[in-house]
């Protein structure tokens, strides 16, 4: 069963534009959520978790249990967030992740 | 310079032949996992191990095998029983308790 949906393969914007990065996710328990980033020719990294409720590079995410989303946004695109990005769940205690299968975004000067 | 580090980079194989990709750490996290990635489905969990000599199936672990015999490594066989093995391998960890997995630059696996 796909736990994690990520229905958008490539996202542009234009530079300053704000960006919505979309994830929903089905889980019948209270789950943990996760953005991770993959910048061009670097690994793959935590970008931020809804359990912190932080903001990082100016993206933040909300956990929107009734919609079972958890949509990454930013009011300004910079073309340096060209990346792609990773919603995932964490599953139980065993920290297994799931992941979905990820946006590329392009921010157009 | 500390850090996950994954070995080799590109590795070619025949089919029928059993490979298998190097996963090392010195952060001295306690677990480690396998994911593959293919084209379109994002990454997929192969096993996970979260102390030395323990390790589960994740959900595509057919026709793979790991071992976890020292906490920095975490070695990951690809054997002939996988039907489909070329694909790019990444290798992850994390401290216990700790939901950032810290990854490693990938292995990109091609069977012919």
């Known amino acids: 069963a796909q736990r994690v949906t990520q229905p958008e393969k490539l996202l542009s914007v234009f530079k300053g534009a704000p960006v919505e990065l979309k994830c929903n996710y089905s889980y019948s328990g209270s789950p943990e959520l996760f953005w991770y980033v993959q910048y061009s020719r670097q690994r793959l990294q935590l970008l931020l978790r809804?359990?912190s409720r932080e903001s990082i590079k100016g993206f933040t995410a909300d956990l929107n249990k009734g919609e079972t989303s958890f949509h990454l946004k930013k009011p300004f695109a910079q073309e340096e967030d060209s990346a792609m990005y990773y919603c995932?769940?964490?599953?139980?205690?065993?920290?297994?992740?799931?992941f979905g299968t990820g946006t590329s975004l392009t921010v157009i000067p | 310079d500390g850090g996950i580090t994954q070995s080799p980079k590109y590795l070619f194989r025949k089919e029928g032949q059993n490979v298998t990709l190097s996963c090392e750490q010195n952060?001295?996290?306690?677990?480690m996992y396998w994911y593959r990635q293919d084209p379109g489905q994002g990454l997929r969990l192969i096993y996970y191990s979260q102390i030395v000599n323990d390790f589960q199936k994740g959900d595509i672990a057919e026709g793979y095998s790991v071992s976890r015999e020292k906490k920095e490594s975490f070695p990951l066989t690809v054997t002939s029983a996988q039907k489909n093995p070329t694909a790019f391998y990444l290798c992850?960890?994390?401290?216990?308790?700790?939901?950032?997995?810290?990854f490693g630059p990938g292995t990109r696996l091609t069977v012919t």
């Open positions: 809804h359990i």
């Open positions: 952060l001295n996290h306690d677990a």
């Open positions: 992850a960890s994390s401290m216990q308790n700790s939901y950032e997995q810290y």
């Open positions: 995932a769940l964490i599953k139980g205690t065993g920290n297994q992740f799931y």
